[in-house]
């Protein structure tokens, strides 16, 4: 069984929430990466996103674009980051850990040698944002291979046919972008996710997680209501834009207390 499958099998036997925190790898410098990846977890983090460093975020807002900056300024790339999962299961082998990025500096590399070494490294699942389910078929072959999870991404505008479409391909988890939008936009309908929610789990049993618009205490409940996961990115992104890399780490470390708490209000 893949480490995601069994978190998530854990936490619905605990009748708890997963906290999936996103982080980029190797802002704003590579040496913070894995040290706050072991403090996240150690405050209440259950499943890992690590972010892959590119150029052309598209489908991210300004604090994870400016992460993506910061992080290939300090020279961090793509077998950078999977480095820094291999560090990291040094210590821990027990959290799940998904790879996010983008579909090009996968296909540069090659999807056998990146999925061979990201497997290596101790890599549960990669989603990659701009590759849909029509055309994810030859990488499916090669992590289906490795026993490695490919998360795919809804959102408030996909088809009843869409969602039957991703939910035959998915593993791992089905990521809901709850909003229309990039990462880190400001307004949650929390009634119309949770709703889109009831209407994806209808047809799968795969857990189910949202993102964006997860910022607080507050929306994180709200929405761990009705998801088997909540996902927060930019909350956590946006303490390194501004402060430095001590502070940010605490502050970060400080947030995920807060969002873990208030999930754990749900049980």
Known sequence: MSRLATRFGTLKSQQRKALVSYVMAGDPHPQVTVPLLHQMVEAGVDVIELGLPF?????????????????????????????????????????????????????????????????????????????????????????????????????????????????????????????????????????????RIQKIKSYTDVPVGVGFGISDAASAKAMGVAADAVIVGSAFVKQFANLAPEQAVIETVNKVKELRAALDELV
């Open 55 to 195: 150029s052309d975020p598209m489908a991210d807002g300004p604090v994870i674009a400016l992460a993506a900056e910061r992080a290939l300024a300090a020279g961090t790339n793509t077998l950078d980051a999977l480095n820094m999962v291999k560090e990291f299961r040094k210590n821990d082998t027990e959290t799940p850990v998904v790879l996010m990025g983008y579909l090009n500096p996968v296909e540069v590399i090659g999807y056998e040698k990146f999925v061979a070494y990201a497997n290596e490294c101790g890599v549960d699942g990669v989603l990659l944002v701009d590759l849909p389910p029509e055309e994810a078929k030859d990488l499916d072959e090669v992590l289906k291979k490795y026993d490695m999870d490919q998360i795919f991404l809804l959102a408030p505008t996909s088809t009843d046919e869409r969602i039957q479409h991703v939910v035959k391909q998915a593993t791992g988890f089905i990521y809901y972008v709850s909003l229309k939008g990039v990462t880190g936009a400001a307004t949650l309908d929390v009634a119309e996710a949770a709703a």
